[in-house]
Nanobody, 124 residues
């Protein structure tokens, strides 16, 4: 089993930055693909960013491409999401997710492990 805990959320003004972190415990995640998803009130959970097992490949949702950057440190068992140029529409609960596969994925059913989420609120 893998436990994931997100941190770094908060309130920020539009145009600002936040850095989310996901700490893993339990089994090692060094061979797992990891991802970030978000869910706004009344909306479905959507893909934000994904990274393969060694960080050699990343993918982003269209609405965040060029503004967000996902990275990982397998030695520290952490996955980070650097969010720049934040917009009010980025407001959501952000979830870290892991899947026992080396290949990244972009849909929620492909991920087996989920954190509890961290709230990000961007004010205009």
């Amino acid at each position: 089993q893998v436990q994931l805990v997100e941190s770094g959320g908060g309130l920020v003004q539009a145009g600002g930055s936040l850095r989310l972190s996901c700490a893993a415990s339990g089994r090692t995640i060094s061979s797992y693909a990891m991802g970030w998803f978000r869910q706004a009130p009344g909306k479905e959970r959507e893909f934000v960013a994904g990274i393969n097992w060694n960080g050699g490949r990343t993918d982003y949702g269209a609405s965040v491409k060029g503004r967000f950057t996902i990275s990982r440190d397998n030695a520290k068992k952490t996955v980070n999401l650097q969010m720049n140029s934040l917009r009010p529409e980025d407001t959501a609960v952000y979830y870290c997710a892991g899947r026992p596969s080396s290949r990244l994925a972009v849909t929620t059913p492909e991920y087996a492990y989920w954190g509890q989420g961290t709230q990000v609120t961007v004010s205009s």
